[in-house]
């Protein structure tokens, strides 16, 4: 059951007969699904509104089409291993959302041009919490654009960086974020690991 999004009008978004897929894998659960805007720090997110009791996936607009749907599948991912387990007792990108994430990357592999399946299926065997952490399917399906760009994760403790306009020093690994002192405000933020960033 998908709110808040026209299934049409997200094919457009989706390689050819990706949305099969969406269907499929959202059948029975009740899912905001939102298409947003360019985001810096992330390129999609899961989150579960306990408020409605609701599931609720994001990706960003500006991805190319295979980008968008392995985004999409790694947020699924996520979706579904929120349902079947406990995940108060599990890690966010462990053993079990890497088990799912692998089967939903396996079962959707001929969606993808047959240049990139083998780094998809590489990928299905050994996932990763995030792109950048692959770099074959990182440059292919996300930096077509710029392929010189580069990730908070890639850079070392204390290095300073931009996001847009604004100014930050890496500190301290926090799970999947880093903990960031923004250098005008004094102010410390949680960024995640694979905003694309730009190293000063």
């Known amino acids: 059951m998908l709110h808040n999004v026209n299934l049409e009008h997200l094919t457009s978004y989706l390689p050819h007969n990706a949305d099969l897929y969406v269907k ?3 059948e029975n659960h009740f899912i905001t699904l939102k298409i947003t805007r360019r985001r810096e720090t992330k390129l999609g997110d899961y989150r579960k509104l ?3 009791n609701r599931h609720q996936i994001t990706v960003n607009g500006d991805l190319n089409q295979y980008a968008f749907f392995f985004v ?3 947020e699924v991912a ?3 291993t929120f349902v079947q387990f406990d995940s108060r ?3 966010p990108h462990g053993k079990e959302w890497k088990t ?3 089967h939903l990357l396996l079962e959707s592999l001929h969606i993808y041009p047959e240049e990139l399946q083998p780094y998809i299926l590489h990928h299905a065997k050994h996932p990763k919490a995030s792109l950048g952490a692959d770099i074959n399917i990182s440059k292919y399906i996300i930096d077509d654009k710029n392929p010189a760009q580069i990730y908070l994760e890639d850079l070392e403790d204390g290095t300073i960086f931009s996001i847009g306009k604004r100014i930050f020093k890496k500190e ?4 999947l974020r880093y903990l960031c002192l923004e250098l005008k405000t004094k102010k410390k933020y949680l960024i995640n690991a694979t905003a694309t960033v730009n190293k000063l």
């Open 78 to 80: 996520h979706l579904k």
């Open 100 to 102: 799912i994430f692998g």
């Open 72 to 74: 999409f599948t790694h």
């Open 50 to 52: 306990v408020e409605n």
């Open 24 to 26: 499929k894998w959202l």
């Open 89 to 91: 007792k599990i890690n």
């Open 172 to 175: 301290s690994k926090r799970k």
